[in-house]
């Protein structure tokens, strides 16, 4: 097989060379542009023609060769776009799951003392535990009507348009919590989370999408891991502020939980200077030379025909149809299979486990013997390793491709989940297995982060087309906030029921959506929007010939 693929090459890169140095009749040049033909004209024309003739047929020169190394990397006007797209997106979100939790037992102070300063009396230990969980929680039901209206407002308003829009969101955010404490309301710190959670909606469902559709199909995963890098950094950075010696202390809670206007600043500042997506500018709002402007922006003049063409023949497949529902897609047979997984690979984010990791990383580090003012620190330490493998993620993706890493991922996890529980069950037997069940911690981490964690958003844009992608995302949205609060709702009980033994239930999690991947989910890497949807509608009519072929039979023996 090698030695079959290797003569092909050579064999094409011989037409190349003859293609580069023969001349032609003209009647042969007259057929250019209906092909076949082997040669061109030596004539003024001929360079010009050459280069249209190999354009067109360079993806077949390189078809089972290796790719220029220049492909592997985006340039650095995608790079700074990345940048600035994520810094108030994804890092937002990231930042504000994490830095709730430093000032914790500072914020219960400060309802306690507002609560005695209006009603002369302490609050019930009840109550107080019921108005933190709803600070802390309300942030997943801001994140749910986010992006309930994300997807539309994507629409409407561009990518990048929504993006900037949402950056309001944050800042009035910001304003109210930053308040709070000097205008003695609980009530604004309430508000305040409730809308940072919209704006992590919005985020999460529209950025992906605008990473998607800005980046050349060789480059797309690369660029699609964007979204998880910045929010692990988002997260890491929350731990990092958070620590008493930046401003973890008690009279800086205020200003630690108003800095997430920062970001909102940031992208305000910067993101005007790059383009809209040039897909929703062609197909959205059939604006041509808006739409040329953006790609030669962002891919240069070399490489923006070839997206150009991409992108037209996307728009010409769909002639005719409108922006659809997200109830519109539950009806729709022929993407029915995307939708299901969309709707498992965004489930399975939040069940997999990784958030009671992190529940049972404090514990673990004080059995092992960590000081109780060090926590902090190794918590930090596992915020670091999560970054680090969605940086390792982003440059594996477009090797390896999305199928193997999230594939591999969940099935490490579920290895991860049945030595922890082990580990766990033999605390006690030997000082060694603290250790060990840090060592798990950190391994079911490196997991998540190099499958799950990179990957799952990079899918759900490249498995739909422009008319269902917004409401695709407002649908894998939906369905992953929803998970995120039901994690957090039934989360201790598991605990209290199962004990350590709740890492079985993540392991019937893991293992069982690691096999759905392997069997249903196709390799997307270097496919178009277009070949993607081919090869879903390949297996779809696979299953209509198996049906009518057992219904016929079925209809024969009677």
């Known amino acids: 097989m090698r030695d079959s693929t290797t003569s092909d ?84 979100c990231g930042y504000n799951i994490s830095v709730i939790n430093a000032p914790t037992k500072y914020v219960q102070d400060f309802i306690n003392q507002t609560w005695m300063q209006r009603y002369q009396t302490e609050i019930s230990k009840d109550g107080l535990t019921l108005l933190w969980s709803t600070i802390v929680s309300i942030f997943t039901i801001g994140g749910f009507i986010g992006v309930s209206i994300g997807g539309t407002l994507s629409v409407k308003l561009g990518r990048r348009g929504t993006l900037l829009a949402n950056n309001v969101i944050s800042l009035a955010a910001a304003l109210l919590m930053g308040l709070s404490s000097s205008a003695g309301s609980f009530e604004l710190l309430i508000i305040g989370r409730l809308l940072i959670g919209i704006n992590a909606g919005m985020a999460l469902c529209v950025e992906p999408m605008f990473l998607g559709e800005i980046a050349p199909t060789s480059l797309r995963g690369a660029m699609g891991t964007g979204s998880s890098i910045f929010l692990t950094g988002g997260i890491l950075s929350g731990q990092v502020m958070g620590l008493k010696e930046v401003l973890g202390k008690a009279q800086y809670w205020p200003l630690l939980l108003s800095t997430t206007c920062i970001p909102a600043l940031l992208q305000l500042q910067l993101l005007p200077w790059f383009p809209e997506s040039p897909r929703y500018l062609l197909i959205d709002k059939g604006d041509e030379e808006r739409c040329k402007k953006a790609l030669n922006q962002l891919h240069g003049l070399a490489g923006s025909d070839s997206v150009l063409e991409d992108i037209q023949r996307e728009k010409n497949n769909l002639v005719g149809f409108k922006a659809k529902k997200p109830w519109e897609l539950f009806a729709d047979r022929s993407i029915r299979w995307q939708v299901i997984t969309i709707i498992v690979l965004n489930a399975a984010q939040q069940l997999n486990g990784v958030n009671a990791m992190y529940f049972y990383a404090d514990y673990l580090f004080r059995q092992a013997g960590i000081a109780e003012e060090k926590i902090p620190y190794a918590t930090v330490g596992t915020g670091a390793c999560e970054c680090l493998t969605a940086l390792t993620c982003g440059m594996l993706v477009e090797s390896l491709g999305r199928k193997v890493l999230i594939s591999g991922g969940y099935i490490l996890m579920s290895i991860c989940c049945i030595l922890f529980t082990v580990t766990l069950a033999l605390q006690d037997v030997s000082p060694i297995f603290p250790y060990l069940s840090v060592a798990c911690v950190f391994a079911f981490v490196l997991s998540f982060g190099l499958g799950p964690g990179g990957v799952t958003n990079i899918l759900t844009t490249e498995m739909f087309k422009q008319t269902t992608r917004p409401a695709a995302f407002m649908i894998a949205g939906s369905v992953n906030w929803l998970s995120f609060f039901f994690i957090g709702l039934l989360f201790p009980f598991i605990v209290i029921g199962l004990q350590h033994y709740c890492f079985l239930v993540f392991f019937i999690v893991c293992i069982s959506v690691g096999i759905y991947i392997i069997l249903v989910l196709p390799e997307t890497k270097n496919k178009s929007f277009v070949e993607i949807q081919k090869e879903f509608q390949s297996r779809r009519s696979k299953e209509t010939n198996s049906d009518e072929a057992e219904a016929l039979l079925i209809s024969t023996s009677l």
């Open 9 to 92: 090459e050579l064999y094409l890169q011989q037409q190349q060379a003859e293609l580069l140095t023969s001349p032609v009749s003209p009647e042969s040049q007259r057929s250019h542009r209906g092909y076949p033909q082997s040669k061109l004209l030596g004539n003024p024309k001929r360079t010009e023609m050459r280069k249209d003739y190999l354009n067109e047929y360079e993806p077949l020169l390189m078809k089972g060769g290796k790719e220029p190394k220049g492909l592997k990397f985006p340039n650095k006007f995608l790079l700074l776009a990345m940048f600035a797209t994520c810094i108030g997106g994804t890092f937002q």
